[in-house]
């Protein structure tokens, strides 16, 4: 009886897929990044200054704080914002979804545009 325990614990044991890395690759957007750039089909005025537009990633609670100082709101709202996703994309409850890639210093957030709507592509660019 003890070894067909051991046999059915064994082969239940040896099914189970551990999942110890995290849905979300985030580990590198961890702190604090200040916006140095919006790319899209949409015009700025030349002396809009991106950088009073601040991002915090707590990556160990999926959360994001966004402040403005600036009149301009880029991004998302002032505030907390909890996100989900897999791998290299950031999903917010409103539906929206951003690919996001860490080199250095750089922080790039591509928004994952609809494809029936024109020229809604936009990238962030932010700066530790």
């Known amino acids: 009886m003890k ?7 064994s082969i239940l044991f040896l ?3 551990p999942d110890d890395e995290p849905a979300i690759a985030d580990a590198a957007l961890e702190g604090e990044w ?3 750039q919006v790319v899209c ?3 700025f005025e030349p002396d809009t200054d991106f950088s009073l ?11 994001v704080t966004v402040t403005h100082d ?5 991004f998302r709202e002032s505030g907390e914002h909890f996100y989900g996703g897999q791998a290299d994309r950031l999903g917010f409850s409103d539906n929206s979804v951003y690919r996001f890639e860490v080199e250095g210093s750089l922080l790039t957030l ?6 029936e709507i024109a020229d809604d592509e936009v990238t962030f660019l932010f700066k530790r």
Not at 3 to 9: A, I, K, M, Q, T
Not at 110 to 115: G, V
């Open 41 to 43: 089909y949409c015009g």
């Open 15 to 17: 099914a189970c897929d």
């Open 3 to 9: 070894l067909r325990f051991l046999v059915v614990l």
């Open 70 to 74: 600036g009149g301009y709101t880029f």
């Open 53 to 63: 537009t601040k991002v915090v990633f707590d990556t160990d609670r999926d959360l």
């Open 110 to 115: 591509t928004f994952q545009d609809s494809t």
């Open 34 to 36: 200040v916006l140095s």
